[in-house]
T-cell receptor, first 113, second 115 residues
Framework: GDSVTQMEGPVTLSEEAFLTINCTYTATGYPSLFWYVQYPGEGLQLLLKATKADDKGSNKGFEATYRKETTSFHLEKGSVQVSDSAVYFCALSGQQGAQKLVFGQGTRLTINP | DSGVTQTPKHLITATGQRVTLRCSPRSGDLSVYWYQQSLDQGLQFLIQYYNGEERAKGNILERFSAQQFPDLHSELNLSSLELGDSALYFC??????????????FGNGTRLTVT
């Protein structure tokens, strides 16, 4: 079945550092890929998405490119801020649409000033 | 604000009891999803409803049940509670469950503690 694997956390960085959170997936066909973010005490929010190969999703300085050849959707940001501290989830939606949204295990990111 | 409302925010109850969690989807969304988030299991899909009908089932225990009402709000019923049921329960909604690019909109969750 479909699955998502994220790099294990927690990840701790200093402010203005470069961020990469790795995400790889296994799915049949052409899934849509998502990054969700969960701030403390809140629900998940959509951060960005990509729906086909080579698409780049971007939002709030974060980017991720849908790489079909490596089945990856790594999250990157050039200069992180303390306010980016949160848990980040990679997810995919496969052949059965949104009802089969499969999440990775989440990566906790802490940014120190 | 996602527009998805979950009540209550916190719930503390004893083993063997039964609780009901409530969710109001975002205006215009016909589909409701329930997820369980625990430390050791991550985010687990439980069940989905679309316009009042059950659409998909995930890792939902037989002690758990859900329904979606004509006004589209949904309730998740958890019975014969065990310590291991302590978790965050999220509701999410979407406008179109059949398009894989459709994102989900999540509520802030109900934190259930079973003592």
């Amino acid at each position: 079945g479909d699955s998502v694997t994220q790099m294990e956390g927690p990840v701790t960085l200093s402010e203005e550092a470069f961020l990469t959170i790795n995400c790889t997936y296994t799915a049949t066909g052409y899934p849509s890929l998502f990054w969700y973010v969960q701030y403390p005490g809140e629900g998940l929010q959509l951060l960005l998405k990509a729906t086909k190969a080579d698409d780049k999703g971007s939002n709030k300085g974060f980017e991720a490119t849908y790489r079909k050849e490596t089945t990856s959707f790594h999250l990157e940001k050039g200069s992180v801020q303390v306010s980016d501290s949160a848990v980040y989830f990679c997810a995919l939606s496969g052949q059965q649409g949104a009802q089969k949204l499969v999440f990775g295990q989440g990566t906790r990111l802490t940014i120190n000033p | 604000d996602s527009g998805v409302t979950q009540t209550p925010k916190h719930l503390i109850t004893a083993t063997g009891q039964r609780v009901t969690l409530r969710c109001s989807p975002r205006s215009g969304d016909l589909s409701v999803y329930w997820y369980q988030q625990s430390l050791d299991q991550g985010l687990q899909f439980l069940i989905q409803y679309y316009n009042g009908e059950e659409r998909a089932k995930g890792n939902i225990l037989e002690r758990f049940s859900a329904q979606q009402f004509p006004d589209l709000h949904s309730e998740l019923n958890l019975s014969s509670l065990e310590l291991g049921d302590s978790a965050l329960y999220f509701c999410a909604s979407s406008v179109d469950p059949d398009t894989r690019s459709t994102p989900l909109h999540f509520g802030n969750g109900t934190r259930l503690t079973v003592t």
